[in-house]
């Protein structure tokens, strides 16, 4: 293991993720593939989360702040300016990575080339880290698969393919540059859950809204002259904000139903859910560090 170049820059822009933080810096801690760095990227939070990455004792941990909010997109595009690693994992704050994540994404990616991008399943967790089922496929036929805390790549290719820090796309970053760069990467899909993503903790429906209509204008932009499917992807887009917006007025709770998961059996659901208890029973080593 190197500390000046390891192998994985994990990037993890955070903005007041709250109490969610600890358990998604215990999984990295709690990774089998231990060459990596971890670099946390404050967007201006009020928490108390930035003294918490702050307390972190282990040399492959960099802390930046600036006090600033920028959005997620420009701190990952900060993130990879400052990765000394070989390849770039994504993460968010408030997820969890499975134990196995990285070296999963580490067998597939030394065998490619530098235009592959691995991503991977995911757990649907809540508020209250319970596993509630997988999160299911797309079978839409033009846009992206992905999920954006489960990817992995080469540090070339994120240099090559930045976010875009536009603030109309401030809430639909990733959208936009999955959507951008289809035809530009050859991408992996490791079936099982790379990591236990949090639904719903920070989702409104305004918020949502600001969210479809930026989706709305990446579709406007990258369709390259192909009419109908813009059009079957921005009425779609429009048909869902409707019915939510309806289901809203008569139900103000029941739009935040998550239709992309599927349930597990019991068996894998209690599985998922004792190594995430593990996970929740690490430590993390703290003391004082920054950057």
């Known amino acids: ?71 997620a997109g420009a701190r990952r595009n900060q993130g990879v300016k400052e990765s ?42 809540d508020a209250e880290s319970t596993v509630l089922g997988v999160m299911a496929r797309s079978n839409r036929p033009w846009g992206p698969d992905i999920i954006n805390p489960t990817v992995a790549a080469s540090r070339e290719w994120f240099v090559k393919n930045p976010y875009n820090e536009d603030a109309a796309f401030l809430r639909a970053q990733d959208f936009e540059l999955w959507v951008r760069t289809r035809d530009a990467r050859q991408t992996i899909y490791i079936g099982a859950p790379l990591v236990y993503y949090r639904l719903g903790i920070y989702t409104d429906l305004e918020r949502y809204m600001v969210t479809s209509f930026a989706m709305v204008r990446v579709y406007t932009m990258y369709s390259r002259g192909q009419r109908w499917r813009l059009l079957s992807q921005v009425t779609a887009q429009l048909v869902k904000l409707w019915l939510l917006n309806y289901s809203f007025s008569l139900d103000p709770s029941s739009w935040r139903v998550n239709l992309h998961t599927m349930q597990l059996g019991a068996g894998e659901l209690r599985s998922a859910a004792l190594v995430l208890t593990q996970i929740g029973n690490a430590s993390i080593p703290a003391t004082a560090c920054s950057n």
Do not use: H
Not at 48 to 59: F, H, K, P, V
Not at 86 to 97: C, P, Q, S, T, W
Not at 103 to 109: I, P, S, T
């Open 1 to 71: 293991m190197s500390d000046v170049n390891p192998t994985f820059s994990i990037v993890v822009p955070f903005r007041n993720p709250g109490p969610y933080f600890p358990l998604a810096l215990k999984s990295v801690f709690a990774q089998t593939f231990d060459d990596w760095e971890l670099l946390l990227l404050d967007d201006g939070s009020t928490d108390g989360s930035l003294e918490t990455a702050r307390t972190i004792q282990d040399s492959r941990v960099r802390v930046f702040s600036d006090g600033i909010r920028c959005g």
């Open 84 to 125: 000394r690693g070989r390849y770039i994992a994504l993460f968010d704050a408030d997820d969890v990575m499975a134990p196995t994540r990285l070296q999963l994404q580490y067998d597939a990616l030394r065998r490619c080339g530098a235009d592959t991008v691995v991503a991977g399943g995911a757990y649907a967790i």
